[in-house]
């Protein structure tokens, strides 16, 4: 029997399947030592200290994709397995970004909040379509390579920057990799964020590559630029895009994801071609679900004297 904290929460389904399996399980935890396991969401932080005041620790579980408020040096260090659940919100975010990116090109956002002021403002809200658009991706692994499929549903055509993804990868999508970052602004005048955010990544999306874009497409279309971001927050230089749909270099800026959450005061929130959500990429009935069920798995195995699928530091292993 292993003693499990979940500091975030997690399914009752999945809690149930740790339970069965003759685990010990805490949703509010005290404190880590003394568990053997402890599965976070974004909300926890496990820095350093934490994980070195929690000797009993075996094994971490991030209910997620992102492990970046995980010190993976300091788990390695101290012999402790991280996973996490990659593919199971996959489905959830590649919706959210597809809806984040139809409602920028058709203000959807802007006409509701003039619907409810008292405006009839059909006029002024002429929008653009995505088919016949150029759409670049920052990453292009799971989620973008899903939204991808959707793009292309639409008419839109591929790029990615992605130095990790093999080259015949992006043939299979029809999708066309460039080497340079730059490369991918210049082309597109829409970009999907789907990237990790690493010392590399951190402000990736900033001033000088947003003023990169061409605010036409494809198509010979005026349709302006258009940034979207489900991946995590930091990759996108909030202050930058706001100083880009300040000149008109973004025509529209939508973000799930912000550099430091709880977000609520940032001036970039009030501009009216700004429109976002508070990390909600994976905050579906569905999402959760797997998230869960696929975690709980994983621990199970670990308990069992197997390895998991989705261990993130293999150095544990050797």
Not at 24 to 29: G, R, T
Not at 169 to 176: D, F
Not at 206 to 214: A, E, I, K, Q, R
Not at 242 to 259: H, Q, R, Y
């Amino acid at each position: 029997m292993a003693r499990i904290a979940i500091t975030d929460g997690l399914s009752k389904s999945a809690v149930q399947l740790l339970i069965d399996a003759g685990h010990q399980v805490n949703l509010e935890p005290p404190k880590l030592d003394g568990y053997d396991a402890v599965v976070i969401r974004s909300a926890t932080k496990l820095s350093r200290d934490v994980i070195e005041s929690s000797p009993s620790l075996r094994i971490i579980g991030r209910a997620g994709v992102g492990v970046d408020n995980i010190d993976l040096n300091a788990a390695t260090s101290a012999g402790i397995l991280v996973c996490n659940t990659p593919s199971a919100s996959t489905q959830s975010v590649v919706e959210l970004t597809i809806g984040h990116l139809l409602a920028s090109i058709r203000f959807v956002p802007k006409a509701d909040r003039d619907l409810r002021s008292g405006e009839w403002t059909k006029k002024q809200l002429r929008g653009t379509e995505l088919f016949g658009k150029r759409i670049g991706f920052i990453g292009f692994g799971r989620i973008a390579q899903g939204v991808g499929r959707v793009a292309r549903t639409f008419g839109m055509e591929l790029h990615a920057y992605d130095p990790y993804l093999p080259v015949e990868v992006a043939l299979e999508q029809n999708c066309t990799l460039h080497k340079e970052v730059d490369d991918i602004f210049k082309t597109c005048t829409h970009i999907a964020v789907h990237c990790n955010l690493t010392k590399d990544t951190h402000h990736l999306v900033n001033s000088h590559t947003l003023s990169l874009m061409p605010g036409i497409g494809a198509d010979g279309i005026e349709c302006g630029n258009h940034l979207v971001s489900c991946a995590r927050g930091g990759i996108v230089n909030e202050d930058d895009a706001l100083l880009a749909l300040d000149d008109g270099t973004l025509s529209s800026c939508a973000l799930d994801v912000f550099e430091n959450e709880p977000q609520t005061q940032h001036p970039i929130l009030h501009h009216p071609n700004f429109h976002g959500t508070p990390h909600i990429g994976a905050a579906t009935h569905e999402a959760q679900q797997r998230i869960g069920v696929e975690m709980a798995d994983l621990l199970i195995t670990y308990f069992n004297g197997d390895t998991p699928k989705s261990v993130v530091n293999r150095d544990v292993l050797n």
